[in-house]
């Protein structure tokens, strides 16, 4: 009995240590790290670059826009991904790149008919001081208000924008990322959220039953986004460590390249035309 | 009394009939042929759930042999190393319980903070395989020093009055004689490592990419039905089918299980 | 024969590093912690509120929420499990008795999340994301081991006393009641204690049903949030302060199951010597 167990594992035993092996030699193994907003279009990306070149291996981790610039200062990740604007500091060493645009929309269920929000509007909801949509000129049903959890740079952009403090925000359910925020949405025909505009209207295309509400007398779009005229906007950043090295700058031209917008508008983010790296600060 | 307790069980009953039926009903449609081998698409919301698979095998096997020396060892020590300090050997044991019963969320922290940030293996299905060690051991230890304890003393102490070394008589005859013991004990921790979630999603990740080494990260089958029920949109079918792998999975496990303790000793 | 010393060695060796593990681990958590303890937000961990992008980490909503739901969901719980315990044990028949083995130990072997898709669809729909709803999933997760727990323990009553107690002329249900239950009541109360450090250390299944919100649980349609959601949904995003902040906030759900564990392990042995 023994000597057939021993036996039996000494194959997946071998197999075992044979994965050990880092197969994939350092050089290529490129590490991105950062806003999970941002990670989608990373992830693509690498798909199409790791087919090209099969030795190539590109890891997408999130983290959020944070640890993206954390990661990337420290020389911890090879490029970092970052869903807003860097502080002076946080710039300090690393060279960002301007990949995209995006915008912070408000989605309610489809079959909503409330479709357009004023600031007063949206702030009531979230400090709790409007609680049914029948005051917002819907039908009567007590608000499902949406929020994301502390530490996201999408709350972040939300509260900054909406000059609201965390703590005073009330709210019935907390998300992480913003796929959570459009599922909840789409199940509850009384809710309320904000997610990113790619990943709402990506997700209304396809038939989830959200929609995106009206602000600013604008409907968020990739196009109101690209023309600014909606706004609650954000630009997508690239980090790197220093000058962009080889598999970094094959990244980015590929963004700037008619299979980088493509992979961009499917996201439906707004692509930007630029291919240089900014000047470090 | 009677009525209340058999209401009692009928409830239980219809909760776990609707649940197992409820789980097939909505998952095994999304079943295709090979679904157990094919490679993951669009996140999970296509494809099969082959890389999965893989993750799940290797990071549950990877926990095992790094936890079964020392799950081993303890039983030995506390067993037969430790057999006239009861105290100390209680001490051992207690210490044991306390770490199964520790909530596995927390250790998939200490996992991530240590093997992930400290040591600089990130996400990685090495990383899961460690902080996975860590949470199987006590579960391991305890089995294997029942195991070791229901062997009787007089065995041993008759093989060394015939001179045979206490070492031998522990690997050539206690060990052998505890075999099935041990064996579902091992059978046990195995089911335990399968269902785990929290501990391998702060540790192995979440990718569906076949890993290419034990470096890269992978999401295991729970972690897989997790993050299709909770982040990925659309995805609930696919949960529901990927639950239905798992629950196969742990039925199989408890099976083997049930037949092993029917087994004569 | 001579001993085989480096095997002792070795399996001393392993067994001392296996056995540090659990103090370890605790250590672990204090130590990354502890600049959190000694640094300026150490006070704010009384607050009443947990808002980290604002500094302020209060425990007192995680806790509260822990507890709120584990305590309520053994509740729930403590009927159906016992119940069904005495029905396996002095009502049911062999088939019966097999098959309530059965479906507990499918129940048991159940991954948690499995259980949250459930909630998801069976019982968020009528709870809402609420403290209801994770009771109600909580108590179905810890079931299966507060039943059989408690159906080892009723078990372990004597045969005799039970046949004694039909001889002088007791009903089978004073029987049970008025011997066997209090017989075994160290043992389901070991058991109870175990469930429960169980369901405080329950995670994701909760984390899908609960709502997720800091706030008090002051009823149960209130969303809520357990220390152990929070280090699901924080841990990834989380830096520096608010990271040492989650390593506190484990090494308090540690401890909770631990005096839980013990509560549990102290209970089973005086049932022991009874």
Not at chain 2, 83 to 108: D, K, N, Q, Y
Not at chain 2, 147 to 153: I, K
Not at chain 3, 129 to 140: D, E, I, Q, R
Request: proline residues 5%; contains cysteine; aromatic residues 6%.
């Amino acid at each position: 009995m023994k000597k057939s167990v021993l036996l039996l594992g000494a194959l997946p035993a071998a197999a075992a240590i044979y994965f050990f092996l880092p197969r994939t030699e350092a050089a290529s193994r490129y590490l991105i790290t950062g806003s999970s907003t941002v990670a989608p279009i990373l992830q693509q990306v690498a798909a199409v670059l790791e087919e090209r070149d099969p030795g190539l291996r590109i890891e997408v981790e999130t983290g959020g826009s944070g640890r993206g610039i954390k990661d990337a200062q420290g020389k911890l990740s090879d490029a970092g991904m970052s869903s807003r604007e860097l502080s002076a500091d946080e710039a300090r060493g690393i060279h960002p790149v301007p990949i995209a645009h995006d915008g912070i929309a408000l989605i309610v269920h489809a079959s909503n008919p409330v479709t357009e929000l004023t600031t007063e509007q949206v702030t009531g909801i979230y400090l709790g001081t409007i609680t049914d949509w029948s005051d917002l000129g819907g039908a009567p049903g007590k608000i499902t208000v949406i929020n994301k959890a502390e530490g996201r740079s999408t709350l972040e952009g939300f509260l900054a924008h909406f000059k609201l403090k965390a703590s005073d925000v009330e709210a019935d359910v907390i998300v992480g990322d913003n796929a959570q925020g459009v599922r909840l949405v789409a199940g509850d025909q009384r809710a309320i959220g904000y997610v990113s505009i790619g990943e709402a209207q990506r997700s209304a295309e396809t038939g989830t039953p959200i929609k995106l509400v009206r602000y600013g007398g604008v409907q968020p779009s990739i196009a109101t986004v690209a023309d600014g005229s909606y706004p609650i906007r954000r630009t997508l950043f690239l980090l790197f460590p220093a000058e962009p090295d080889a598999i970094g700058q094959r990244i980015l031209d590929l963004l700037a390249a008619d299979e980088g917008r493509g992979i961009l508008e499917g996201l439906n983010f707004v692509p930007l035309g630029t291919r240089k790296a900014a000047a470090p600060q | 009394m009677r009525l209340a307790s058999q209401l009692a069980s009928g409830i239980l009953i219809a909760f776990v009939a609707l649940l197992t039926l409820d789980l097939f009903v909505r998952g095994a449609p999304e079943w295709s042929a090979g679904y157990l081998f094919a490679p993951v698409r669009e996140g999970g919301t296509d494809g099969g759930i082959g890389p999965i698979v893989f993750s799940t095998l290797f990071v549950t096997f990877l926990a095992t042999a790094i936890a079964l020396p020392f799950a081993l060892g303890a039983a030995i020590l506390s067993n037969e190393i430790l057999m006239h300090s009861p105290r100390l050997a209680g001490a051992i044991l207690r210490s044991f319980e306390t770490l199964a019963s520790a909530p596995s969320v927390a250790l998939g922290l200490v996992g991530w903070t240590l093997f992930g940030r400290i040591f600089g293996l990130g996400f990685s299905l090495l990383s899961g395989g460690l902080t996975l060690a860590i949470m199987l051991v006590p579960i391991l230890a305890v089995a294997f020093h029942a195991g070791l304890a229901a062997v009787p003393r007089a065995l041993r102490a008759q093989s060394q009055a015939l001179g045979v070394s206490r070492w031998t008589t522990l690997v050539r005859l206690v060990i052998p004689a505890a075999w099935p013991a041990l064996f579902a004990g091992l059978v046990l921790a195995l089911g335990r490592a399968t269902a785990e979630t929290a501990v391998l999603m702060l540790t192995s990740g979440i990718s569906t990419r076949m890993p290419q080494d034990a470096f890269d990260p992978g999401a295991t089958l729970a972690v897989h039905v997790y993050q299709l029920a909770r982040n990925v949109p659309g995805g609930e079918p696919r949960a529901y089918a990927a639950a239905c792998a798992l629950l196969v999975i742990n039925v199989a496990v408890h099976l083997s299980l049930a037949r092993l303790r029917k087994e004569p000793a | 024969m001579r001993e085989f010393a480096p095997g002792w060695a070795a399996a001393a060796l392993l067994g001392v590093a296996a056995a540090l593990l659990a103090p370890g681990l605790l250590l672990f958590l204090l130590f990354e912690g502890f600049a959190f303890l000694t640094g300026p937000s150490a006070a704010t961990l009384l607050a009443r509120e947990w808002h980290p992008i604002e500094g302020v980490f209060g425990l007192l909503p995680l806790v509260a929420g822990t507890l709120a739901t584990s305590l309520l969901a053994l509740l729930l719980a403590f009927p159906i499990s016992l119940g069904t315990a005495l029905h396996a044990r002095f009502f049911a028949g062999k088939r019966v008795r097999d098959l309530l083995e059965a479906v507990l130990g499918v129940l048991g072997g159940m991954p948690s999340v499995v259980l949250g898709l459930f909630g998801t669809f069976w019982i968020l729909p009528h709870l809402g994301p609420s403290l209801g709803s994770g009771v109600v999933v909580l108590a179905l997760m810890i079931t299966p081991t507060l039943a059989l727990l408690s159906l080892g323990a009723l078990r372990q009553v004597p045969e005799e006393l039970l046949i004694d107690g039909a001889r002088l002329g007791l009903r089978r249900e004073q029987v049970i009641l008025r011997l066997a239950l209090v017989r075994a009541r160290p043992g389901i109360l070991a058991a109870a204690a175990l469930a429960l450090s169980r369901a405080l250390g329950e995670a994701l299944a909760v984390e899908m049903v609960c709502g997720n919100v800091p706030n008090l649980p002051t009823g149960l349609t209130v969303p809520v949030r357990t220390l152990t959601t929070t280090l699901v949904q924080e841990f990834e995003y989380a830096r520096e302060t608010h990271a040492q902040g989650l390593h506190l906030v484990a090494l308090t759900v540690v401890l909770l199951a631990t005096l839980a564990c013990g509560l549990g392990q102290k209970l089973a042995r005086r049932g022991g010597t009874a």
